[in-house]
C-alpha cells in the first residue's frame, strides 16, 4: 500500500520488466520522486533503460546493499489492482515468468506519451488578394472538411505551396489537434433491433444478469441464426445506461468478423467500437491501447490478444462463437483466451457472456453444473427456419475420377444457381492441392527444416508451408530425380475445387473465400460485400467462410469433406467435426429463403454426422462426456504438456530423458512421453512431447511450475508448457 507515505521517508519499488525473468527487480525511489503501485517508470537494466510497471512499494530504510534508482516516472494512467492481479494469476495459471505475460499487456508503447499532434488548416472566411482556381479548390476542399495542408493539397489537387499561401495571406487558419482523437461515446438509449419473444426472454435474463453487478458467467446458448449478437447488444446497452464510464470487451474469433460486427455496434450504440488485432495499423493501435488504458474506449472488438489489455474498468466481457479453436495460442504465451475472459472477469468483479451455437463441452458442463448461467435461444430470428441436412454417402456416390464433387452435389448446385440464389462448398484446406510429388521417383515436396508437405497454390504458382511461412516457386522438375514436367498434384484444396466448379458452371461467377484469397481486412470486407449483394454465385470457401455470415440469397451449403477433421488423434475431433458442420450448414437459409446443406462423406454413420441430421445435440455430448468422464480427459480431468525443441537431436533427447527422470511423483497425475509429435522438425529445430494427465483436483500449473523448477535446460534447448493444450502436433 502507498496511501499515507511520507515522500520524504526512502523507498523501495519492486517492478516487473517486459522480459522473460522470473521475478520482479528491486529499485531505489530517488529523493523527490513518488512513485504508486500500478506506475509505469523507466529503470536501469544492465547497461540500457528499460520500461516498467511498479509492482509494489515498501519502506527502504535498513536496507544492506545498495539499488539502482528509478530513471523516470512516466506520465500515464497506472495499472489497477485487477490489471496486477490478472498478470500475476496468468502468469500462475500458464506456469510462465509473468514478466511475459506483462509484454502481452504492453502491445504499444507509444500509447504511454501524449498523442502526436496535426495541423489542420480551417478556412476563416477572408478573401485573398489574388484568387486562382487552385486557391479556390483548395479553400472549397477545407471548407468541406479542415484537413492538414498535405491532405488540402491532396484533395484539391494543387501542390502544398497552394495552401501555404493561402495561410499566409490569412484565408486559413492553422489549429494544432491530437493525431490520436478519442473515441465517440456510444448511445445506449438507441433502439435495437424488435426482438422475438425467445430473444427479448433471453435478454432480460442478461440484463438481470448485469443489473445484480459482481462477477457471474453466463452461456448465451443459441442455434445458428437465432440473434444472439442482438441479445447481448441488450446487455451491453443496459451497462452502459446504468455506469456510462464502463468497459465492454467482445472477444471475436476472426478478424474477419470484425466488419460485420463493427456495422452492427454502429446501428445499435451510433459509434464504431475500438478495434484491436494484428490487422490494425500502429497509429490505431497506440491509439486504442491509450484510450483503452485511459478508460475513454468504451466497448472494445478484438481477436484473443484484446483480453491482455489494461482496461481501466472493464465491467463486461463477451466471447462470441466461445467454442472456436482459434481462441487457443499455441505459439509464444500459450493460452485459450476464453478461459483466461472468464478469470479476469472473476478478478475484475464483471460479467462473463459466452455465445455459441455449438458450445464448447467446458462451457456446457459448467452450464450443466450451475456454475454458470445457462440461456438458450431455441429457434432462428426473423421467418428463417434451420437448413435441411442431408448426407451424400461417397461410397455410393462417387464423384467422377480427377473430380471432387459428386452427382448429387452437382445437380442441387445447378438447380440452386437456375434459382438465382448461392452456393457454399466448404473445404477447411487452403490452396489448390495439399500435396505435390513426382510421379517418376514418389517425391514428395516437403518445407525445408520442417516435417510439413508443400501446398500447392496454383493461382500464384508457389509451394508453401502453412507451419512456417516458407515459399517457393513451383519446380519445373523433380529435385530429387531431375525428372522434367513429373511433379502432380494429389488432393484437393479450395482453389482446386473452385476450379472444377468454374468447369461444370462456366456461366457462374466463382470466388475462393480463404486467409490466402483476402487480402487483410478490406479484401474481406470486399468479398463479403459481393456475396451479400448476390455478386457471386458460387463462394468456395475454408474456415473463414463459415463464421458469423449472413448471406440472404445462400440456401446451399455443400461440404465437400465431412470426415476431413475425423483423422487424428486429436480427443476433440468429434466434438470440432460437429461442430464446424453445425456452423458451416448454419450460413443456408438464413434469410426468408429455406436452406439446404449436403456433406459429402465416407462415414455417414458416424456419431457426429448422426447428431446432426437428428438436430440432437445434446445426446451427441452426452456421449462425448461420457468418453471424456470415463477416460479422465478435460473437463472432468486435467491436461498439460511440456514440448521441448533443439537443433541438436542428440542433445534434445538426452535433455528430455533428464526432465523426464526429474518429473514430481504423485499417484495423481500420469506422465506419458517423451514421445517425437507428429511434426517432429518445426524450422529445423527437432521437437520432444510430454502430456501430463491428472485427476480433475490436481493443480496442474503448479506441478508443472515444480518439474519445471527441478532440472536445468541447456541454452540451445527450449521448452514450452501448454496448459490444457488443444494442438497435439
Not at 495459471?93 to 506483462?102: I, M, S
Not at 483436483?697 to 532440472?711: E, H, I, L, P
Amino acid at each position: 500500500m502507498t496511501a499515507n507515505r511520507d515522500p520524504s521517508a526512502p523507498q523501495i519499488a519492486t517492478v516487473l520488466l517486459p522480459l522473460p525473468l522470473p521475478e520482479a527487480f528491486d529499485y531505489a525511489v530517488p529523493e523527490g520522486m513518488v512513485v504508486a503501485e500500478g506506475d509505469h517508470v523507466v529503470v536501469p537494466l544492465g547497461k540500457r533503460l528499460s520500461h516498467g510497471v511498479v509492482w509494489g512499494v515498501r519502506d527502504g530504510t535498513g536496507g544492506n546493499r545498495p539499488l539502482k534508482p528509478v530513471a523516470e516516472r512516466l506520465d500515464a494512467p497506472p495499472f489497477t489492482a485487477a490489471m496486477r492481479d490478472f498478470v500475476d494469476w496468468t502468469a500462475r495459471y500458464l506456469a510462465e515468468n509473468p514478466g511475459l505475460v506483462l509484454q502481452a499487456t504492453l502491445r504499444s508503447r507509444g500509447g504511454l506519451s501524449p498523442s502526436p499532434t496535426e495541423t489542420l488548416y480551417h478556412p476563416t472566411g477572408q478573401t485573398p488578394d489574388r484568387m486562382t482556381p487552385a486557391r479556390q479548390a483548395v479553400l472549397d476542399a477545407a471548407a468541406e472538411e479542415p484537413a492538414s495542408g498535405a491532405e488540402l493539397a491532396r484533395r484539391a489537387g494543387v501542390s502544398p505551396g497552394v495552401v501555404k499561401g493561402l495561410a499566409d495571406a490569412g484565408a486559413l487558419r492553422a489549429e494544432q489537434r491530437d493525431t490520436d482523437q478519442p473515441f465517440p461515446a456510444p448511445d445506449p438509449y438507441r433502439d435495437g433491433l424488435t426482438l422475438n419473444d425467445g430473444q427479448e426472454a433471453a435478454a432480460s435474463q442478461l440484463r438481470r444478469l448485469v443489473a445484480a453487478g459482481g462477477f457471474q458467467a453466463a452461456l448465451l446458448d443459441g442455434v445458428t441464426g437465432s440473434g444472439k449478437t442482438e441479445v447481448y447488444l441488450e446487455a451491453i446497452a443496459e451497462l452502459l445506461r446504468r455506469e456510462p464510464d464502463a468497459q465492454v470487451l467482445v472477444l471475436l474469433p476472426e478478424i474477419a468478423l470484425t466488419q460485420a460486427v463493427t456495422a452492427r455496434f454502429e446501428e445499435r450504440f451510433g459509434v464504431s467500437p475500438a478495434l484491436w488485432h494484428s490487422a490494425i495499423g500502429p497509429t490505431e493501435r497506440r491509439r486504442a491501447w491509450r484510450e483503452i488504458t485511459a478508460g475513454r474506449a468504451r466497448i472494445i472488438a478484438g481477436a484473443r490478444s484484446a483480453i491482455f489489455l489494461p482496461y481501466r474498468n472493464l465491467r463486461l466481457i463477451v466471447v462470441d462463437e466461445e467454442h472456436d479453436p482459434t481462441y487457443k495460442q499455441d505459439e509464444g504465451l500459450t493460452y485459450h483466451a476464453r478461459d483466461l475472459a472468464v478469470a479476469r472477469a472473476k478478478i475484475e468483479g464483471a460479467v462473463a457472456i459466452l455465445a455459441s451455437a455449438t458450445p464448447s463441452l467446458e462451457t456446457l458442463v459448467n452450464a450443466r453444473a450451475g456454475r454458470y448461467g445457462h440461456i438458450r435461444l431455441a429457434a432462428r430470428a426473423g421467418s428463417a427456419v434451420l437448413p435441411q441436412i442431408e448426407t451424400i454417402d461417397l461410397r455410393e456416390h462417387p464423384p467422377e475420377a480427377g473430380h471432387w464433387l459428386s452427382p448429387p452435389l452437382t445437380a442441387a448446385m445447378a438447380e440452386t444457381i437456375g434459382r438465382g440464389e448461392q452456393v457454399l462448398l466448404y473445404l477447411n484446406r487452403r490452396g489448390y492441392a495439399p500435396l505435390v510429388l513426382c510421379r517418376a521417383c514418389g517425391h514428395k515436396m516437403k518445407s525445408p527444416d520442417t516435417d510439413r508437405w508443400l501446398v500447392e497454390h496454383r493461382y500464384t504458382g508457389r509451394l508453401i508451408c502453412h507451419t512456417t511461412g516458407f515459399s517457393m516457386p513451383k519446380p519445373k522438375a523433380c529435385p530429387e530425380c531431375g525428372a522434367i514436367e513429373s511433379l502432380t498434384s494429389v488432393g484437393p484444396g479450395v482453389e482446386r475445387v473452385a476450379e472444377e466448379a468454374t468447369l461444370r458452371f462456366p456461366e457462374a461467377r466463382v470466388e475462393v473465400f480463404s486467409s490466402d484469397s483476402a487480402a487483410g481486412p478490406n479484401g474481406v470486407r470486399e468479398l463479403i460485400a459481393r456475396m451479400e449483394a448476390g455478386e457471386i454465385d458460387i463462394l468456395v470457401g475454408t474456415q473463414i467462410a463459415a463464421k458469423g455470415h449472413n448471406f440472404p440469397k445462400l440456401t446451399l451449403v455443400g461440404v465437400v469433406d465431412a470426415d476431413l477433421g475425423l483423422k487424428g488423434g486429436d480427443l476433440r475431433a468429434g466434438e470440432r467435426t460437429y461442430q464446424t458442420l453445425v456452423q458451416v450448414a448454419g450460413r443456408a437459409g438464413r434469410a426468408d429463403r429455406p436452406g439446404r446443406a449436403l456433406l459429402q462423406t465416407h462415414e455417414p454413420e458416424h456419431e457426429a454426422i448422426q447428431a446432426l441430421l437428428a438436430g440432437d445435440r445434446d445426446s451427441f455430448l452426452d456421449l462425448e462426456a461420457m468418453m471424456r468422464e470415463q477416460l479422465g480427459l478435460p473437463p472432468f480431468g486435467r491436461l498439460a504438456a511440456l514440448v521441448m525443441s533443439g537443433t541438436d537431436e542428440r542433445l534434445l533427447a538426452q535433455t528430455a530423458k533428464i526432465a523426464a527422470a526429474a518429473a514430481p511423483l504423485s499417484d495423481d497425475v500420469k506422465l506419458f512421453g517423451p514421445a517425437e509429435p507428429p511434426l517432429a522438425v518445426v524450422r529445423g529445430r527437432y521437437r520432444r512431447r510430454f502430456l501430463v494427465q491428472a485427476q480433475r483436483n490436481v493443480d496442474v500449473s503448479a506441478f508443472m511450475a515444480t518439474w519445471m523448477a527441478r532440472f536445468k535446460l541447456p541454452s540451445s534447448i527450449r521448452a514450452r508448457v501448454d496448459i490444457e493444450p488443444y494442438s497435439f502436433l
